[in-house]
C-alpha cells in the first residue's frame, strides 16, 4: 500500500489495563442505567429457599427475598476434566487467559471450538508459538468445511502447529514445562496450556429442588417463553442451554421481561429462533455464519441454492488490501427466501446481520439484490451472490 511500518511491541501491562478499561466502563454504564430504574443491585450468592424465596449470602450475612418472578441467569464457567488441574499460571483455562497472566513462549491449546480458535489467533499474533491439539481431522466442528478449511490455512502460514486426531487425555507440569499428553501416544511439551473444551452451567449451588425446576445435565429445562416448569420461574443464557452467545442471552431477557409484564399478548409478539442466531468467530480472517448451512441442507436432503463469491471481486477489498475469504448464501430454489449464509473475511462480525435480517424476515434474494448498497463496500459482495 506504499506505507512502511515497524513491527509493533507488546505491553502486557497495557493490554490489561486496557482490558480492564473497557470492562469497567461497560459495567458502570449498566450499573448506573439499573440504578436509574430503581433496580436494587444486591453482591451475594442466591439459592433458592422455595419457589418464592431466595436466600442471598452476602459480606454482610444472609438475606431472604421474596419474588413474584425469578429469572435464573447464572451462567456457565469453563469445563475441567478430571485428568487435569488448571492452576492459572501456565495450566488455564479460558478465564485465565483473558488478560494472560503472561505472553506464553509455546502455548497448547486443547479444543478446536470457537473459542480455541479464537484463543489460538490471539496467542499467534501476541507473538506465542502455537500449537493446536484438534480432536478430529478440522477445526470448528459443526461449521461449514470450507469456512474451517480457510482457517486452517492461515493458522499453517503463521505457524501454528495442528495436531489432528488427538484427543487429550492429560495435562502436567513439570517446573515451567506443560506435558499435554493425547490417546494416540503423543506429547506436546510447552510452557503453557490453554483448556477450550467447552462449559458447564452454574446451577448446582442454586437449590433449584427446593424451587421444584427441572434440569438436564444442569441446564434449566425452559419451554418457548423461557419458561422452566414453574410458571414464574425463567431462565435466561448459558444456564438455559439454549446458544452460549451473549446476544441470545439479551434477547431472552427482553422476552422474558415482556412475558413477565403481559406484554407479549398485547402486540405482535416473536418466539426467539435460536436456529436463526447469527454468530462470529473473531479469528484472522473473521468467520460469521447465520441459518442453515450447505453442510446442514446436505445431511437434512433438503434443496437450497448455494451462491458463492469470493471477496478478490470487491473493489473495496482489493482497495483493503485484503481479498481473503468468501460470501456463501443459501436460498430455497424454489421461493428465493434466504435461509443462511456464511462470511469468510474483513468484518464478517458486521456483515452477517444484513443475511440475518433476510432470514429472520424471510426476504428473498431478490430483495437483497435489488437494494442499493453504498459503493464501495464489502456489502456489495452480499448483492453479487443474491444477484
Ligand atoms: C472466551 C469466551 C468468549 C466468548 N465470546 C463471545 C462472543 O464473542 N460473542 C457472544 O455472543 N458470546 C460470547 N461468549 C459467550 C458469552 O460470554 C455467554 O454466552 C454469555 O456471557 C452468557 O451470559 P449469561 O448471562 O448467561 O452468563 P454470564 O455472563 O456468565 O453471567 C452470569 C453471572 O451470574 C453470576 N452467578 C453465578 N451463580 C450465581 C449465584 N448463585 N448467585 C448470584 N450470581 C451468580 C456469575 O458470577 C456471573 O456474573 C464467549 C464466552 C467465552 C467463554
Same mark, same amino acid.
Given at each position: 500500500?506504499?506505507?512502511?511500518?515497524?513491527?509493533?511491541?507488546?505491553?502486557?501491562?497495557?493490554?490489561?489495563?486496557?482490558?480492564?478499561?473497557?470492562?469497567?466502563?461497560?459495567?458502570?454504564?449498566?450499573?448506573?442505567?439499573?440504578?436509574?430504574?430503581?433496580?436494587?443491585?444486591?453482591?451475594?450468592?442466591?439459592?433458592?429457599?422455595?419457589?418464592?424465596?431466595?436466600?442471598?449470602?452476602?459480606?454482610?450475612?444472609?438475606?431472604?427475598?421474596?419474588?413474584?418472578?425469578?429469572?435464573?441467569?447464572?451462567?456457565?464457567?469453563?469445563?475441567?476434566?478430571?485428568?487435569?488441574?488448571?492452576?492459572?499460571?501456565?495450566?488455564?483455562?479460558?478465564?485465565?487467559?483473558?488478560?494472560?497472566?503472561?505472553?506464553?513462549?509455546?502455548?497448547?491449546?486443547?479444543?478446536?471450538?470457537?473459542?480455541?480458535?479464537?484463543?489460538?489467533?490471539?496467542?499467534?499474533?501476541?507473538?506465542?508459538?502455537?500449537?493446536?491439539?484438534?480432536?478430529?481431522?478440522?477445526?470448528?466442528?459443526?461449521?461449514?468445511?470450507?469456512?474451517?478449511?480457510?482457517?486452517?490455512?492461515?493458522?499453517?502460514?503463521?505457524?501454528?502447529?495442528?495436531?489432528?486426531?488427538?484427543?487429550?487425555?492429560?495435562?502436567?507440569?513439570?517446573?515451567?514445562?506443560?506435558?499435554?499428553?493425547?490417546?494416540?501416544?503423543?506429547?506436546?511439551?510447552?510452557?503453557?496450556?490453554?483448556?477450550?473444551?467447552?462449559?458447564?452451567?452454574?446451577?448446582?449451588?442454586?437449590?433449584?429442588?427446593?424451587?421444584?425446576?427441572?434440569?438436564?445435565?444442569?441446564?434449566?429445562?425452559?419451554?418457548?417463553?423461557?419458561?422452566?416448569?414453574?410458571?414464574?420461574?425463567? &431462565?435466561? !443464557?448459558? $444456564?438455559? =442451554?439454549?446458544?452460549?452467545?451473549?446476544?441470545? @442471552?439479551?434477547?431472552?431477557?427482553?422476552? +422474558? /421481561?415482556?412475558?413477565?409484564?403481559?406484554?407479549?399478548?398485547?402486540?405482535?409478539?416473536?418466539?426467539?429462533?435460536?436456529?436463526?442466531?447469527?454468530?462470529?468467530?473473531?479469528?484472522?480472517?473473521?468467520?460469521?455464519?447465520?441459518?442453515?448451512?450447505?453442510?446442514?441442507?446436505?445431511?437434512?436432503?433438503?434443496?437450497?441454492?448455494?451462491?458463492?463469491?469470493?471477496?478478490?471481486?470487491?473493489?473495496?477489498?482489493?482497495?483493503?488490501?485484503?481479498?481473503?475469504?468468501?460470501?456463501?448464501?443459501?436460498?430455497?430454489? &424454489?421461493? !428465493?427466501? $434466504?435461509? =443462511?449464509?456464511?462470511?469468510?473475511?474483513?468484518? @464478517?462480525?458486521?456483515?452477517?446481520?444484513? +443475511? /440475518?435480517?433476510?432470514?429472520?424476515?424471510?426476504?428473498?434474494?431478490?430483495?437483497?439484490?435489488?437494494?442499493?448498497?453504498?459503493?464501495?463496500?464489502?456489502?456489495?459482495?452480499?448483492?453479487?451472490?443474491?444477484?
Amino acid at each position: 500500500m506504499g506505507l512502511e511500518t515497524t513491527s509493533p511491541n507488546i505491553d502486557r501491562d497495557n493490554l490489561s489495563q486496557r482490558l480492564d478499561g473497557i470492562t469497567s466502563h461497560l459495567e458502570e454504564s449498566m450499573t448506573g442505567l439499573l440504578s436509574s430504574q430503581h433496580v436494587r443491585l444486591m453482591h451475594g450468592t442466591g439459592r433458592f429457599l422455595d419457589p418464592h424465596t431466595i436466600a442471598v449470602a452476602t459480606e454482610e450475612g444472609e438475606e431472604e427475598i421474596e419474588a413474584d418472578a425469578v429469572l435464573i441467569s447464572t451462567g456457565s464457567r469453563p469445563r475441567v476434566p478430571e485428568w487435569c488441574t488448571p492452576d492459572g499460571e501456565r495450566i488455564l483455562t479460558t478465564r485465565h487467559a483473558y488478560p494472560p497472566p503472561e505472553i506464553p513462549d509455546h502455548l497448547t491449546v486443547v479444543g478446536s471450538g470457537v473459542t480455541g480458535v479464537e484463543f489460538v489467533h490471539m496467542f499467534a499474533s501476541l507473538g506465542s508459538e502455537v500449537t493446536l491439539i484438534v480432536s478430529r481431522q478440522h477445526v470448528l466442528p459443526g461449521k461449514d468445511p470450507e469456512v474451517a478449511y480457510e482457517l486452517e490455512e492461515n493458522f499453517i502460514s503463521r505457524g501454528v502447529k495442528l495436531l489432528k486426531g488427538a484427543r487429550s487425555t492429560s495435562i502436567e507440569r513439570d517446573g515451567d514445562v506443560v506435558r499435554v499428553g493425547c490417546d494416540d501416544g503423543r506429547t506436546v511439551e510447552s510452557s503453557h496450556a490453554l483448556l477450550a473444551i467447552g462449559s458447564i452451567p452454574n446451577s448446582d449451588q442454586l437449590n433449584l429442588e427446593a424451587a421444584g425446576v427441572e434440569s438436564e445435565w444442569g441446564f434449566v429445562n425452559i419451554d418457548h417463553n423461557c419458561q422452566s416448569n414453574v410458571s414464574h420461574i425463567y &431462565a435466561a !443464557g448459558d $444456564v438455559s =442451554g439454549k446458544l452460549p452467545l451473549s446476544s441470545v @442471552a439479551t434477547m431472552q431477557g427482553r422476552k +422474558i /421481561a415482556e412475558h413477565v409484564m403481559g406484554l407479549h399478548s398485547e402486540r405482535p409478539h416473536r418466539h426467539i429462533s435460536y436456529s436463526q442466531a447469527a454468530s462470529a468467530i473473531f479469528t484472522e480472517p473473521e468467520i460469521a455464519d447465520v441459518g442453515i448451512s450447505q453442510a446442514d441442507a446436505f445431511s437434512e436432503g433438503r434443496k437450497v441454492r448455494v451462491t458463492k463469491v469470493p471477496f478478490s471481486a470487491s473493489a473495496k477489498a482489493l482497495i483493503n488490501d485484503d481479498p481473503r475469504g468468501f460470501v456463501k448464501l443459501i436460498s430455497d430454489p &424454489a421461493t !428465493g427466501v $434466504v435461509l =443462511g449464509g456464511s462470511i469468510v473475511g474483513r468484518h @464478517a462480525a458486521e456483515l452477517i446481520s444484513i +443475511i /440475518a435480517l433476510c432470514v429472520t424476515n424471510e426476504l428473498t434474494v431478490s430483495d437483497l439484490a435489488e437494494t442499493l448498497f453504498v459503493h464501495p463496500t464489502l456489502s456489495e459482495t452480499l448483492l453479487e451472490a443474491a444477484e
